[in-house]
């Protein structure tokens, strides 16, 4: 089992920066892929990125891609999200999941883990 405890939202102005924490605990993610989604009210989880523990490549939607930053930190079993210039739009509950599947990381069932999430909210 992995548990996932995410950390690091709030409110922000359009514009800033933000940077969101998902630390895992059960087992280490050697082995695994770690994903953050996000929910806004009304709409479908969407994927925002995803890393790769094991060689730490990164994927990314294209609606983030040159804000948003993903990385690991071995030591600390966590992965960062770094989010700059921040938009209202990207308003959202961010969750991160891990998976150990061989699937596609952009699609939100193939996680076999969450956290619970944190708000995200940016005022324009």
């Known amino acids: 089992q992995v548990q996932l405890v995410e950390s690091g939202g709030g409110l922000v102005q359009a514009g800033g920066s933000l940077r969101l924490s998902c630390t895992a605990s059960?087992?280490?993610?050697?082995?695994?892929?770690v994903g953050w989604f996000r929910q806004a009210p009304g709409k479908e989880r969407e994927f925002v990125a995803a890393?790769?523990?094991?060689?730490?490549?990164?994927y990314y939607a294209d609606s983030v891609k040159g804000r948003f930053t993903i990385s690991r930190d071995n030591a600390k079993n966590t992965v960062y999200l770094q989010m700059n210039s921040l938009k209202p739009e990207d308003t959202a509950v961010y969750y991160c999941?891990?998976?150990?599947?061989?699937?596609?990381?952009?699609?939100?069932?193939?996680?076999?883990?969450w956290g619970q999430g944190t708000q995200v909210t940016v005022s324009s």
């Open positions: 999941a891990a998976t150990s599947r061989v699937a596609d990381r952009t699609v939100h069932r193939n996680y076999d883990y």
């Open positions: 890393i790769f523990w094991s060689g730490g490549s990164t």
């Open positions: 059960g087992r280490t993610l050697s082995n695994y892929a």
